[in-house]
């Protein structure tokens, strides 16, 4: 498992992560959520090393990246597809690293194939790589090891639907053998489908963290109407929070039972009444890290 205890990290009289503890168990994907700046890749990057915490400890199956004997065997790690040397193609950049880690040179064919890079791709040099064909590579690189435990930084970026949704899968499946899984992703709606676990971080401090089905649970109803204004004041005159989504929706902080009887009493036909889903999540995300939005900032701030 990644276990972070109290973890903060200052650049002089910025913090950038501020006491961050949480863990992601095995077996499991967890979602690390946040807005930009939000202190995601300062995390991520403390976990594997490359950051040195100012206070506190990140471990991977109990021990810091830095003590693991051969680290790549045990973690994969990727946290930016275009870090890759341009001028040397994707076969050549899977054997060097199988043959840093000692792995079988038939290892190299086994993840080009499993993340769907062909024999002709992975002989151009990565300067001519699409973003989607870098984020296959990026991938192979950190599979190639073999490891139990994943580390990802927006993975999803520059893979069309068709690659989405394989990426899906192959973070599914590895979490369903056992595989830990650290997914850090601006597609709300994608951490939404594979996550186990959530994590939301804002200006460096967690905002909450638990099973994605207890926070979206407590996430409310998505309800939509054709009078919408006649049920929003229904629901405040009963005390229900609520807030508007779209042009005919309603986001309610009760559930679907408790909004429907309320509908039926003030007599306003609904079109649609749902636990929340993937818009759920989006509406928790929004509140959750409101004050670190850069839409909500004021004018003249700092981006």
């Given at each position: 498992m990644i276990t972070l205890e109290s973890v903060s990290r200052t650049y002089g009289d910025f913090t950038a992560v501020d006491h961050v503890t949480f863990t992601a168990q095995p077996g499991r994907v967890t979602g690390f959520l946040g807005p930009n700046g939000a202190g995601k890749s300062t995390t991520m990057r403390i976990v594997v090393g490359l950051t040195h915490p100012t206070t506190g400890s990140a471990t991977v199956s109990g021990r810091r990246y830095v003590d693991l004997p051969n680290p790549g065997r045990e973690v994969g790690v990727l946290l930016d597809a275009s870090a890759q040397h341009a001028g040397r193609t994707g076969r050549e950049i899977l054997t060097i690293a199988q043959r840093f880690m000692g792995l079988p040179r038939a290892r190299v064919e086994e993840v080009l194939d499993r993340v769907g890079l062909t024999p002709d791709?992975?002989?151009?040099?990565?300067?001519?790589?699409?973003?989607?064909?870098?984020?296959?590579?990026?991938?192979?690189?950190?599979?190639?090891?073999?490891?139990?435990?994943?580390?990802?930084?927006?993975?999803a970026n520059g893979l069309d639907p068709a690659?989405?949704?394989?990426?899906?899968?192959?973070?599914?499946?590895?979490?369903?053998?056992g595989g830990t899984v650290l997914l850090s992703s601006h597609l709300l709606h994608e951490v939404e489908v594979v996550a186990d676990d959530l994590v939301v971080?804002?200006?460096?401090?967690?905002?909450?963290?638990g099973a994605k089905s207890d926070l979206l649970a407590s996430a409310g109803s998505m309800v939509r109407t054709t009078d919408r204004d006649v049920l929003a004041r229904a629901l405040d005159a009963a005390g229900i929070p609520m807030s508007h989504v779209g042009t005919d929706a309603l986001m309610v902080q009760?559930?679907?039972?408790?909004?429907?009887?309320?509908?039926?009493?003030?007599?306003?036909?609904?079109?649609?009444?749902?636990?929340?889903?993937?818009a759920g999540l989006e509406e928790m995300f929004l509140q959750l890290t409101a004050d670190t939005q850069r839409d909500n900032q004021p004018e003249g701030a700092l981006a």
């Open positions: 791709e992975s002989a151009r040099r990565v300067r001519d790589y699409s973003l989607g064909m870098r984020q296959r590579l990026g991938l192979a690189t950190a599979l190639i090891g073999d490891p139990s435990v994943l580390i990802l930084d927006e993975p690659g989405i949704r394989w990426m899906r899968g192959l973070l599914r499946d590895f979490a369903d053998d971080i804002g200006n460096g401090r967690i905002v909450a963290q009760a559930d679907a039972d408790q909004v429907g009887h309320t509908a039926f009493a003030a007599g306003v036909p609904v079109l649609e009444l749902r636990a929340a889903d993937g």
